[in-house]
């Protein structure tokens, strides 16, 4: 296997690992208050979370900018409970479609969600004399790996919505709150200090 498609799918099996479920709960916990005609708008938030993820894995291989394991442990649970809460207190603005907060709430708590997984990543790299080709795949994979997430959630949401007949408000609140009652627990799990 070449090197492009080996960094393809450890960014594919990184988002998709059930054992790194924290991952796929942030992304449950962002598509929350979106419906299925919103796609666009999910695939745009998705991207901007992989854009951050990947910014700090190439400061991080380039040991521009690194923090410590523990705290950053700590604060993935943290963009998750932020994120559900956004959700469940912002009725007004997601009635009106107009959450465009979440794209940069996406972009920063990717930073976050790349430090977590940056040590791992330099280990990977090794001697690689160039960063960019496996950066490039492993995103490629990751932003994948999102999509195909997304695809699911939206589709449930639609099940949800369509067939149960549940109310979009409520279904925003079921996920966001059971995305905030996981986070509360990794938060407690992880506590630094």
């Not at 090197?3 to 991952?23: K, T």
């Not at 912002?90 to 430090?115: P, S, T, V």
């Not at 099940?159 to 990794?186: C, D, M, P, Q």
Request: include cysteine; proline fraction near 2%.
């Amino acid at each position: 296997m070449d090197s492009f498609r080996l960094y393809l799918a450890l960014g594919f099996d990184h988002i998709s690992d059930i054992h790194a479920y924290d991952h796929l709960l942030f992304i449950v916990a962002l598509c929350a208050v979106y419906k299925v005609h919103q796609w666009r708008n999910v695939l745009i938030l998705v991207t901007a979370f992989t854009i951050g993820h990947s910014v700090t894995l190439a400061l991080s291989a380039l040991k521009i900018f690194t923090l410590p394991l523990g705290i950053i442990e700590f604060l993935i649970p943290v963009t998750i409970f932020a994120t559900a809460i956004y959700n469940i207190t912002n009725k007004d603005e997601i009635a009106a479609g107009k959450i465009q907060k979440n794209y940069f709430m996406a972009l920063f708590f990717g930073f976050i969600h790349g430090m977590g997984f940056s040590n791992y990543f330099q280990a990977l790299l090794g001697r690689e004399e160039n960063i960019v080709k496996p950066l490039f795949a492993f995103n490629l994979g990751l932003e994948l790996g999102q999509i195909m997430i997304v695809i699911f959630i939206m589709a449930t949401s639609y099940l949800v919505l369509n067939y149960l007949h549940a109310k979009h408000r409520e279904w925003n609140l079921f996920v966001s709150g059971a995305a905030a009652g996981v986070a509360i627990t990794l938060m407690i799990d992880s506590w630094p200090f």
